[in-house]
């Protein structure tokens, strides 16, 4: 699976949101978008999950121009926004009951996920019982049970505590490292950027351009001693130097 965005423009009204956007991303990419307030991140994500149109370009999937929403990519967002009236697994559920399967593979599937996100003891429990961060990994878990090929995903751990935040950053990693899905991840935060991807893709300020397109070469696991490498200081450094503009 790789993805394709090909002169992507958007434009609301008289807005320029992104302008000439040229990205190509391999299937199995870990990338991270980081871009200041207002640079066009949330609507880059809209259009690859098809919830907005280009103004002009395209974006392609595996060769097939793709502009409106699929099963093919899923989005989670910065609030879990479950279901407050179903369970945890019913809430996993949800999507797959929206597909041909039955009651039998909906609950093996979901079940499954929960012993991916260690949240199996949960499955009856209700979204309101659950920490901010476990609802968090909820709203993973009913994204990844779509089995989709990418997981789009704009700031899901912004509304965090530092150390939720942190602690969410390893499970997505030890996730991504199991699943080895294509994930686009985006936020405003550097060192989140870079410890997550396996590629950082910077937007200058609007209207939102490439303006840095780099691959993360630091081993993984990353643990946090990461931050004092040469190569994560030296891209903060040229990140940084884009975000002050
Ligand atoms: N539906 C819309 N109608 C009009 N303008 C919009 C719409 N969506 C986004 N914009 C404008 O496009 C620009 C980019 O917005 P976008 O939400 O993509 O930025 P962002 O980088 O995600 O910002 P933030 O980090 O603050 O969420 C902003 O100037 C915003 O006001």
Not at 68 to 80: E, I, K, L, N, S
Request: proline share 4%.
């Amino acid at each position: 699976m790789n993805i394709v965005i090909d002169s992507l423009y958007k434009t609301f009204g008289a807005i320029t949101a992104l302008e000439n956007i040229n990205l190509q991303f391999q299937g199995g990419e870990f990338v991270t978008v980081l871009g200041s307030s207002g640079c066009g991140k949330t609507t880059l994500l809209h259009l690859l999950a098809g919830l907005e149109s280009p103004s002009r370009g395209n974006i392609y999937i595996d060769g097939e121009v793709k502009d409106r929403p699929g099963a093919d990519r899923v989005v989670v967002f910065q609030q879990a926004g479950l279901f407050p009236w179903l369970s945890v697994e019913e809430n996993i559920e949800f999507g797959l009951s929206l597909k041909t399967t039955t009651k039998a593979q909906r609950r093996q599937a979901s079940a499954e996920i929960l012993r991916i996100i260690g949240l199996e003891s949960f499955a009856k429990h209700k979204p309101y019982q659950l920490s901010g961060g476990m609802q968090q990994r909820v709203a993973i878990a009913r994204a990844l049970v779509m089995k989709p090929k990418v997981l789009l995903m704009d700031e899901p751990f912004g509304a965090l505590d530092a150390q939720t935040r942190s602690s969410m950053q390893t499970f997505l990693t030890s996730l991504w490292d199991q699943l080895h899905c294509t994930i686009v991840f985006i936020t405003h935060d550097i060192d989140e950027a870079i410890v997550l991807g396996t590629r950082l893709v910077v937007l200058s300020a609007r209207p939102g351009k490439v303006a840095l397109d780099v691959p993360i070469e630091l081993e993984r696991p990353r643990t946090p001693e990461v931050a004092f490498d040469p190569h994560f200081l030296d891209l903060k450094k040229q990140a940084m130097g884009i975000l002050a503009h």
